[in-house]
């Protein structure tokens, strides 16, 4: 079985260089936008790289390279998180412009994407709780979607972390979980991702030279899809070498590494140790080369067993210290990541749950030294649990305060534009019967045979008009304001319809236009009386046949009634052959101190008077806005 399997790795080093070329332009990107790429990708979070991604974005539009698009932003954001002045709120405000672009031109995995670069910055900067809010979100966003690539990533980016960790059983659960996933689903994107990595990271939660270890490499190799997979293999099998003391084989991998020109997508650490290995098997390497104490635990250990197996125990027994120090270390770090989720995501009473399982894993090791360092850290959690609580009140105590007072100011400003606008409505409406009264009543003051009677009699019309439209303007102001302050009565008694009607009609027939003609069209030419306020129902009338007046100035203006159109209801309908009412604006028109058309006499109070009349007389006014011929307001009143 072994010269098996050492036959299978020849093979594929033969075979890795054409692999390798072959697999050029893995992202599908147009040819130029691609070596545009590279070049970018190459240069993140080093010098010329802003020009470099700026000629990548460019050379993308030109071609209208979709996926290139999207892909400037992810370079944008690797970027940023290999730069030290770059803050967090720079980095969520690059991975909102990701998250929003990958969306819109349909590329999904680069939304979740954007979690992974922004959870790396953050993980960085060792601000755990950020890290997990991030994560948190991904994986409620995958939920709530029940988006399958969406549950792989996020599984994807928990294994990382408990992987930096150094906690490879949980890590191992998650890498699991993202098998069991890639088998179960039918996403594409799933599917064309590559297990190699994840067989990869499986395999290195086991000890090196275990049969576990090898396994999941060989299985690595089967699921190798993209170069970087290959030459990840490639570092990995050339460990396996070395751990064999195999140093053809090891020499073997190691060249086929170094020759990669995409070395540099591997882990940072895969180059040093290789020239950690070369030096052991050179026998220059020193117990105190300054190169051993920056590895990563599961590196350290397999120089470790290298260096042990060649009878360097000089070299081997420091590495033993420095992985057992490291495991410590990574524990610390693990214990605060684990009490930072379990307080964002369970809150008090699964915290407590969890500190008393920890305290017990504690106890085992010492119980006297645990039971001090348990009381200690219970009280910091306590106070910790109580700053943040305090701080979370006061918060939303400070937000609820901040919108009362932004609501309040936007009041105040509406307010004020509102009384802004109503002054100078106002005072333009009001000058101009107030002019046309002082301008005729000055003429009729000329001495007798200035003018002739019948132009006398003229200016008398236009006086008393004037007077009668001074007049409506003050009655609507006085209405608006008797209703807001609850003063406005209503007594009902017995309503005429046509008697009602014609008093209407009499009111507003001297503000016809020339030509215009009105009539009266009711349904029954017999009284019919019905139950109301006579002087409310005439003033609704008056209104809108004031308003049709004003807005007819040929054809003809018809006020009628009926007893069939709402059932239970007499409906009054004023209708005219004028330029009508926009069907979006069938509301509009009825609030307070709104015209459509600011050259028309009034204030913009008429109709919103009518309506708040008919309302409190159990009826109701509104536009008509099926009506084509012009514009037809329609009031209803309860027969009963």
């Known amino acids: 079985m072994k010269k098996c399997w050492i036959s299978v790795l020849a093979a594929l080093a033969m075979a890795l260089p054409v692999s390798l070329s072959g697999q050029n ?101 060792q601000q755990h709780l950020k890290t997990l809010e991030l994560i948190n979100e991904m994986q409620a966003i995958a939920a709530e979607q029940d988006d399958d690539y969406g549950k792989w990533a996020s599984a994807r980016e928990m ?29 594409p994107t799933v599917k064309r991702q590559s297990l190699a990595a994840a067989y990869i990271d499986f395999a290195n939660t086991y000890p090196p030279r275990s049969d576990s270890l090898r396994l999941f490499i060989r299985r690595a190799w089967s699921e190798a899809k993209t170069p970087t997979d290959s030459l990840r293999l490639a570092y990995e099998s050339a460990k396996v070498g070395a751990l064999n003391l195999n140093r053809k084989e090891y020499e073997k991998w190691r060249d086929v590494f170094r020759a990669s020109p995409y070395r540099g997508s591997t882990s940072r650490y895969a180059g040093p140790v290789l020239n950690i290995l070369d030096d052991l098997f050179a026998g220059t390497l020193t117990p105190t080369d300054g190169r051993l104490y920056s590895l990563p635990v599961q590196d350290a250990r397999t120089i470790a067993k290298v260096a042990e197996k060649m009878g360097r125990h000089d070299v081997a027994e420091p590495m033993k ?36 399982q920890k305290s017990r894993q504690v106890r085992i090791v010492s119980f006297s030294l645990a039971a001090l360092l348990l009381l200690v850290f219970i009280a910091a959690i306590i106070s910790m649990i ?49 002019n046309a009264i002082v301008g005729f009543s000055q003429l009729l003051s000329l001495p007798d045979g200035t003018f002739p009677p019948e132009e006398k009699d003229e200016f008398s019309s236009h006086i008393i008009n004037n007077t009668k439209m001074l007049t409506m303007l003050l009655d609507d102001i006085l209405n608006a304001s008797a209703m807001d302050s609850g003063n406005y009565s209503i007594i009902v008694e017995d309503c005429d319809c046509n008697a009602t009607c014609r008093e209407a009609i009499s009111s507003s027939e001297h503000r016809l236009q020339p030509g215009v003609q009105l009539h009266f069209l009711p349904e029954k030419e017999e009284s019919f009386v ?111």
Request: charged residues 30%; neutral net charge.
């Open 25 to 125: 332009n893995p992202y599908e990107l147009n040819d130029e936008c691609y070596s545009y790429f590279i070049k970018a990708d190459r240069l993140a979070g080093k010098e010329g790289f802003e020009e470099a991604n700026a000629d990548f974005l460019r050379t993308a539009l030109e071609n209208s390279d979709k996926k290139s698009q999207v892909l400037y932003y992810v370079l944008k954001l690797k970027d940023c998180t290999h730069r030290p002045d770059i803050t967090g709120e720079e980095v969520l405000e690059i991975q909102e412009q990701l998250k929003d672009i990958s969306l819109r031109m349909g590329y999904k995995q680069y939304f979740y994407q954007s979690y992974e670069f922004a959870k790396n910055y953050f993980f960085n900067k």
């Open 530 to 640: 019905f139950r109301a306020d006579p002087r409310r129902v005439q003033q609704i009338l008056t209104n809108l046949l004031t308003n049709a007046c004003k807005h007819t100035s040929k054809g003809e203006i018809r006020l009628g009634y009926n007893l069939s159109e709402t059932p239970g209801s007499v409906t009054f309908f004023v209708e005219d052959t004028g330029p009508g009412v926009p069907a979006d604006k069938a509301e509009a028109i009825f609030t307070r101190f709104t015209k459509l058309n600011e050259y028309v006499q009034g204030t913009g109070l008429g109709l919103s008077i009518c309506r708040e009349i008919s309302e409190k007389m159990g009826g109701k006014v509104y536009l008509d806005t099926s009506y084509t011929g012009g514009a037809r307001f329609v009031f209803t009143h309860p027969v009963e």
């Open 386 to 434: 109580v700053r943040i609580r305090h701080l979370h009140r006061q918060r939303a105590k400070d937000e609820r305060m901040i919108a009362e007072l932004t609501q309040a100011n936007e009041r105040a400003r509406a307010a004020d534009e509102a009384k802004t606008r109503f002054v100078q409505n106002m005072s333009h409406e009001v000058r101009t019967p107030l």
């Open 159 to 187: 294994a990382a972390i408990y992987g930096n960790y150094g906690d490879r059983g949980t890590q191992r659960k998650y890498l699991k979980k993202m098998l069991d996933l890639y088998e179960a689903t039918d996403d």
């Open 321 to 356: 210290d420095y992985c057992l120090d490291s495991k410590n270390r990574d524990f610390s770090q693990l214990l605060d990541m684990q009490l930072t989720e379990m307080e964002a995501r369970y809150g008090n009473t699964v915290l407590a749950k969890d500190l008393a």
